[in-house]
């Protein structure tokens, strides 16, 4: 036989052998994602919620074998019911170390997005804005009507979270401080604070932002001016706005682990603004449990 077809069957040869070796690691590869099976059973916080559910569903797409599950029932069930070890994810607006009766320290935070809050009114407010203190004064029972702070005579009702909740967690650190709020109706969820405040003349709440946008019968104020928005959020000049933790007891494995990690998949960094959450990439602070610092 001649070299030169020696040397072509041989190039051929090796070729094939390469081809073999990548498809196999491809298969390899789709073999180790379907091998991917478990429960993933997330509880918590009614803000994160809604974002929580729908990357539930892309991940449930990708990794059909894995069943995930996602509840509400406030930052303060989800903390507690990951500590007991009843569920593999407690969904949280607000550090661990900042709520009574649980251990930081068996807990492991996943931060996954950031999520703005802002006070909301029935479209029937005069009112656009409000200072902090103004906002204190209402939510501690001190100011009880609108032409108090600026707008038509009408009695202001107040309608509060229940306690527990990451959102109102996060609204009374940033306005009422250590004042007591006033003894007002409580609502479990973002979602029921959506539609009574849509339908309650006077009315005044607090929502996470994706709970605001294109919702008829209601609107957010200003603080101070300044407007409830991702950029003011991203450099700490709208002042309520907290983390979205995903906690776990210990490190992630499995199942768990793959689905906190899909939050931070390119794909869902679209999603994730599309609800009204702000990447974490886009902040330009940093908040602790003990206060915000100017990230390096």
């Known amino acids: ?159 509060n979270r229940a306690a527990g909740s990451g959102t109102r967690a996060v609204f009374e650190k940033a306005i009422l401080g250590d004042a007591t709020a006033a003894t007002a109706q409580e609502q479990d969820s973002n979602g029921t604070v959506q539609k009574m405040i849509s339908t309650t003349p006077g009315s005044i709440s607090y929502l996470a932002f994706g709970y605001i946008k294109g919702q008829s019968g209601l609107k957010a104020l200003k603080i101070k001016k300044v407007s409830p928005t991702t950029k003011n959020v991203e450099k700490n000049a709208w002042p309520i706005w907290g983390y979205e933790h995903m906690y776990t007891k210990g490190k992630a494995k499995g199942a768990t682990k793959a689905f906190i990690a899909y939050f931070h998949k390119s794909s869902v960094k679209s999603l994730i603004k599309k609800l009204g959450y702000i990447p974490l990439a886009g902040m330009k602070v940093d908040r602790t449990a003990s206060g915000v610092v100017t990230k390096k």
């Open 1 to 159: 036989m001649k070299k030169w077809l020696v040397s072509l069957l041989a190039l051929v040869a090796i070729s094939g052998a390469s081809l073999t070796s990548v498809n196999h690691g491809t298969s390899a590869f789709a073999a180790s994602k379907s091998k991917l099976t478990g429960k993933v059973l997330a509880v918590g916080s009614t803000a994160l919620q809604p974002l929580a559910e729908q990357v539930g569903e892309r991940f449930s797409s990708a990794y059909p074998s894995v069943q995930v599950t996602v509840q509400g029932g406030g930052s303060g069930a989800g903390l507690t019911q990951v500590q007991a070890g009843s569920v593999q994810i407690g969904n949280s607006d607000v550090f661990a170390e900042e709520k009574d009766g649980i251990d930081a320290s068996v807990l492991v935070d996943h931060k996954v997005a950031v999520v703005g809050i802002a006070p909301v009114v029935n479209t029937d407010v005069s009112v656009k804005s409000l200072t902090k203190s103004q906002l204190k004064k209402i939510f501690t029972g001190k100011v009880t009507n609108w032409n108090q702070v600026g707008g038509k005579n009408e009695k202001i009702v107040l309608i």
